[in-house]
Nanobody, 127 residues
Framework: QVQLVESGGGLVQAGGSLRLSCSAS????????MAWFRQAPGKEREFVAA??????MYADSVKGRFAISRDMSESTVYLQMNSLKPEDTAAYYC??????????????????????WGQGTQVTVSS
């Protein structure tokens, strides 16, 4: 079992920045990949960014503006969001892609591949 707790959401003006955090517990952090997804009102949940032991991946809509990172010593993943736009407004969820055994090496972007989820944190960007 893995527990995920997010923090850092809030209200920000367009062009501003926010940093989301997701603290993980319950399984060796280095054995699985982490990702951020988001869901805007009336829309389906979409992939934002993911990180493995050695690489990252981003949705085209956030590339160059958002940065995902992880602190192995703190078992925490971060999402630094810069140059925020009103269309970034959504509930943001961190997720863990935890293998049944061993290590997860490849990054996956399909939400169905992620078996543990945080409770979500709201990000609102005003114009």
């Amino acid at each position: 079992q893995v527990q995920l707790v997010e923090s850092g959401g809030g209200l920000v003006q367009a062009g501003g920045s926010l940093r989301l955090s997701c603290s993980a517990s319950g399984r060796t952090f280095s054995t699985y990949n982490m990702a951020w997804f988001r869901q805007a009102p009336g829309k389906e949940r979409e992939f934002v960014a993911a990180i493995s032991w050695s690489s990252t991946m981003y949705a085209d809509s956030v590339k160059g503006r958002f940065a995902i990172s992880r602190d192995m010593s703190e078992s925490t993943v971060y999402l630094q969001m810069n140059s925020l736009k009103p269309e970034d407004t959504a509930a943001y969820y961190c997720a863990a892609d935890v293998p049944s055994r061993g290590y997860r090496l490849e990054i996956r972007t399909n939400e169905d591949e992620y078996n543990y989820w945080g409770q979500g944190t709201q990000v609102t960007v005003s114009s």
